[in-house]
């Protein structure tokens, strides 16, 4: 299949127009700004445009283009993408830009069920064992899904969704734990998200966040287990537009 390169900034303008054969789907990325690092912030709204299928496989990115979406120069985007393809997550192409690798089907299934087997008794763990104040802390991050999915911020939906998930497992205590979840999520594709949005679904299923540090809470574990689980089996359904 031929590249097809995106290019023209106005697909980055604030009512994004609909897909261009050529130029391939439409992009609606943030504006990046704060006070960290511009590389950090771009590789972070990146992972999570990958995620939520702003960017899509077969498609070349320059990254003056994607610079413009972002209201920031070339490089911190191109320093970005460097990062993203020593990770597996892009590949370089010479001389047009970065082209996000392909997942097949199965791959993005194994990969949910090594996080089923990793978070869900993690989680269910902590129900009994974590400090109930640092329970009670995630509730801001899981609202803050909430907010986004309402605003139907899919880029911001998941940030704060990757944000909540590592807050979490994090209570474990176990970073290399941490960092192999964060490897596997930064691998998974919701393409979904977008239509439970337009659908008016995407908030009551975020809801599922804000039910599960209820659970957590009342260190209810049975709950906590089947939240966890039905939550997982979401990542390879509805929000990867399979049903």
């Given at each position: 299949m031929p590249d097809r390169t995106t290019s023209?900034?106005?697909?980055?303008?604030?009512?994004?127009?609909?897909?261009?054969?050529?130029?391939?789907?439409?992009?609606?990325?943030?504006?990046?700004?704060?006070?960290?690092?511009?590389?950090?912030?771009?590789?972070h709204a990146l992972r999570a445009a990958l995620i939520a299928g702003e960017l899509r496989p077969g498609v070349v990115y320059s990254a003056p283009v994607l610079a413009a979406g972002f209201g920031?120069?070339?490089?911190?985007?191109?320093?970005?993408?460097?990062?993203?393809?020593?990770?597996?997550?892009?590949?370089?192409?010479?001389?047009?830009?970065?082209?996000?690798?392909?997942?097949?089907?199965?791959?993005?299934?194994?990969f949910t069920e090594i996080r089923a087997l990793i978070e869900v008794p993690v989680v269910t763990g902590l129900a009994r064992g974590a400090a109930l104040g640092d329970l009670q802390a995630l509730r801001p991050a899981a609202e803050a899904i909430v907010t986004a999915a309402k605003a139907r911020d899919l880029i911001g939906y998941v940030e704060a969704d990757q944000a909540f998930h590592l807050a979490?497992?994090?209570?474990?205590?176990?970073?290399?734990?941490?960092?192999v979840v964060s490897d596997l999520r930064n691998r998974s594709?919701?393409?979904?998200?977008?239509?439970?949005?337009d659908a008016g679904a995407l908030a009551?299923?975020?809801?599922?966040?804000?039910?599960?540090?209820?659970?957590?809470?009342a260190r209810d574990a049975d709950r906590v287990e089947a939240l966890m689980k039905t939550h997982l089996t979401h990542v390879r359904s509805i929000w990867a537009g399979r049903e």
């Open positions: 023209g900034a106005a697909v980055f303008a604030g009512t994004a127009p609909g897909p261009d054969p050529e130029r391939g789907p439409a992009l609606n990325l943030p504006r990046v700004l704060g006070h960290h690092s511009l590389r950090e912030q771009v590789s920031v120069s070339a490089t911190p985007v191109r320093e970005a993408m460097l990062d993203l393809a020593k990770e597996g997550l892009v590949e370089v192409v010479r001389n047009k830009g970065f082209r996000v690798t392909e997942l097949s089907e199965a791959d993005l299934d194994q979490l497992l994090g209570l474990s205590g176990n970073p290399h734990l941490v960092e594709r919701l393409y979904g998200l977008p239509s439970l949005a009551s299923s975020a809801e599922e966040h804000v039910q599960l540090v209820d659970a957590l809470v």
